[in-house]
């Protein structure tokens, strides 16, 4: 190989092996995961014919349609499972958009706010809206921290899930063991008589 050839490739070897950009995009170091599930589409188009086993599939398509994006977060892992359960993981801490893109909602945005690092955000019964989300049990709505604790405390943050007040509650290890698995949603792909 002649000299410049080598020098160029040596060149080119240090040139990728310089420093990250820093300035470009980071995994946070305390990373909260988001866990629920969606249960319809607003407005979504029914078969003229319901039965529990076309509504299944309706909801199946709808959700195999459905993409997530977290704002300003290159690296989230994660998706939505064809039940409407979903997980995401490595979301960054603080105020964070979620937007899911489904047919009919084109733009269905979950806005957390003051989300505290390592976090896990449990949002059950969602409603995709054309520009929000509708928490049908918002009493079921958690943002929990892992602690050393023997049993369930408040940590007296104040977290905001889709403009609903949750109060962090500091969470035993042990209990916690289900942040990093997508949930199961009650009753599976069962039709669902509250949603219109």
């Not at 490739?9 to 950009?21: D, E, K, S, T």
């Not at 704002?71 to 964070?96: H, K, R, T, W």
């Not at 997508?182 to 069962?190: D, E």
Request: charge should be positive; aromatic fraction near 6%.
């Amino acid at each position: 190989m002649p000299m410049t050839a080598r020098f160029s490739l040596m060149l080119l070897v240090v040139a990728a092996c310089g420093p990250a950009n820093p300035n470009g995009p980071q995994v946070s170091k305390e990373p909260i995961s988001v866990r629920g599930w969606i249960v319809d589409v607003a407005g979504s188009p029914h078969a003229p014919f319901q039965t529990p086993e076309t509504e299944a599939a309706r909801r199946r398509q709808l959700f195999q349609s459905t993409y997530v994006d977290v704002e300003n977060a290159p690296y989230v892992s994660g998706g939505i499972a064809e039940n409407g359960a979903f997980i995401l993981l490595d979301v960054p801490p603080g105020n964070i958009t979620i937007t899911f893109t489904a047919p009919g909602a084109p733009a269905a945005r979950l806005v957390l706010k003051n989300i505290p690092g390592n976090a896990d955000v449990f949002v059950t019964a969602m409603l995709l809206k054309a520009d929000s989300v509708a928490l049908l049990e918002p009493k079921n709505v958690k943002v929990r921290l892992a602690a050393t604790i023997e049993r369930p405390a408040p940590a007296n943050l104040t977290a905001n899930v889709a403009g609903l007040a949750v109060p962090v509650m500091n969470t035993p290890i042990a209990q916690m063991a289900d942040r990093h698995d997508y949930p199961n949603p009650p009753g599976g792909l069962r039709p669902l008589a509250t949603v219109k």
